[in-house]
């Protein structure tokens, strides 16, 4: 009887210190995963965490989690860009370094997140555009594969995205079900079509 209640008080007292222990030892490889050097050039370093900074703003963006094979191939392709042209590489993460304060800072309010993922979502979609990049391989093309752009219109600065049309279809059939009504699934070729006539 003293020997099992010596075990259970050993293992209770044992608990928060292995936990404690863990939890250390997961931030630590965290850490030394971020810090891995993917590529160095002229003394510049890209590292894992900036890949991972970029693919978490992504995330948002797209509103849809990466696969690992995305990840791979985003990584791929940014190793391949550093190497080429590694300031404008650096420079860029510096901007998203900011974007994903932005959004972090912004985490717990909705109407906040999904204002600034609309004005963001823009502002790159229609940057590529301007200078023809839409289809150049980046962040972007793994973001359009998950929302892609059904409408843009860079007179007005508009872009309507896939995930926006299905939000306001699911506003509309939330207001359709409480009155009754039946509800409609998206029509992406309709809603493009009804934009180009009002622009």
Known sequence: MRAATFIILLL?????????????AQTQSSTKIASTVLATVNGQQLTQGMVD???????????????QADKRWYRDVVIKEFRQNPTDKIEGYMNLKQIL????RDSQNPVKLAYGREHLMA????????????????????VYKYSPVIYANPKHKL????RTIDSLTASH??????????????????WKQGFEKEN
């Open 123 to 142: 502002d790159i979609h229609l940057h590529l555009l301007a200078k023809n990049q839409v289809n150049t391989p980046s962040l972007m093309t793994i």
């Open 173 to 190: 059939n939330l207001v359709a079900k409480i009155a009754g009504k039946s509800v409609v699934k998206p029509d992406y070729k309709d």
């Open 159 to 162: 872009v309507i995205t896939k």
């Open 101 to 104: 304060s932005s959004i972090r």
């Open 53 to 67: 900074s970029a693919i978490e703003v992504g995330e948002f963006l797209a509103g849809h989690k990466f696969s």
């Open 12 to 24: 209770a007292t044992a608990s928060p210190a292995i936990i404690s222990n863990t939890a250390i």
